[in-house]
């Protein structure tokens, strides 16, 4: 039978990023989009871990299906850690990206350690709220000015010196291949016959009745 599973983002970049790496899977993926509206998660969690089960143990229980979900966000060495899970609103709740990395570059203007690493979860979870999780990361170093236009958030000043480009003037192929959700994703493809088994012995089953009514 058709797998469906629902990607929990409603973010436009990402969105575009699973449908390329998931293209070649055996299975639907349904957006939010393709339903109701839904409740909004709340993204409170102090880690990846904890927001990306959030995001994909409330789609799943609210939608009935299985659901998989991102969380993300870039960790600069010398921040601390920063935005990390505040990635998304560094600038202020609903922050553009271009205002996130203008208070990014403005945070680190006179500092000379530039190192900042990607970070991504991936949470695949069933209404029950049983969930597998797969993560992913990249390095890289930031720049003083953006460069190129691709990609979405940070990508325009995080440069990736294997290519001796931004991650903003890679093609999304290009990207897939060495960022933190390409990495992520390529470990759900190594254990992909694994998770569409586990998702066998997960998923509640509904019974099935049959609505013909009595016999006259
Ligand atoms: P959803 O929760 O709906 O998935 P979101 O944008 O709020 O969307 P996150 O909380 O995971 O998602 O925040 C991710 C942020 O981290 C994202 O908005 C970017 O600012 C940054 N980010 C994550 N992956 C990135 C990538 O591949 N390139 C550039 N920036 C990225």
């Given amino acids: 039978m058709e797998k469906i599973i629902v990607l929990a983002t409603t973010n436009k970049g990402k969105t575009r990023e699973f449908a390329q790496l998931l293209k070649d899977f055996p299975i639907t993926i349904k957006n939010l989009g393709d339903f109701g509206p839904i409740p909004e998660v709340i993204e409170d969690g102090q880690t990846f871990d904890d927001n990306a089960f959030k995001k994909a143990s409330f789609t799943a229980r609210v939608l009935g299906y299985p659901a998989i979900a991102d969380d993300s966000g870039l960790c600069v060495e ?18 553009t990206d271009k205002a996130n990395v203008t208070k990014l570059l403005s945070n680190l203007k006179g500092k000379n350690n530039r190192k900042a690493k990607f970070k991504c979860v991936l949470s695949i979870a069933v209404p029950t709220g049983a969930a597998l ?23 325009p000043i995080f440069f990736y010196p294997d290519f001796n480009k931004t991650f903003a003037q890679l093609s ?21 016959e694994k998770i569409m088994e586990w998702l066998d012995i997960n998923m509640p089953q509904f019974e099935r009745f049959d609505c013909k009514g009595p016999k006259k």
């Fill in 78 to 95: 010398a921040l601390d850690g920063a935005p990390g899970v505040y990635s998304a609103r560094y600038a202020g709740e609903n922050a």
């Fill in 133 to 155: 999780t797969y993560e992913g990361s990249c390095e890289g170093i930031l720049l003083e000015e953006p460069q190129g236009n691709n990609g979405f958030g940070y990508d």
């Fill in 172 to 192: 999304m192929e290009e990207k897939g291949k060495v960022s933190h959700r390409g990495r992520a994703l390529k470990e759900v493809s190594n254990e992909f």
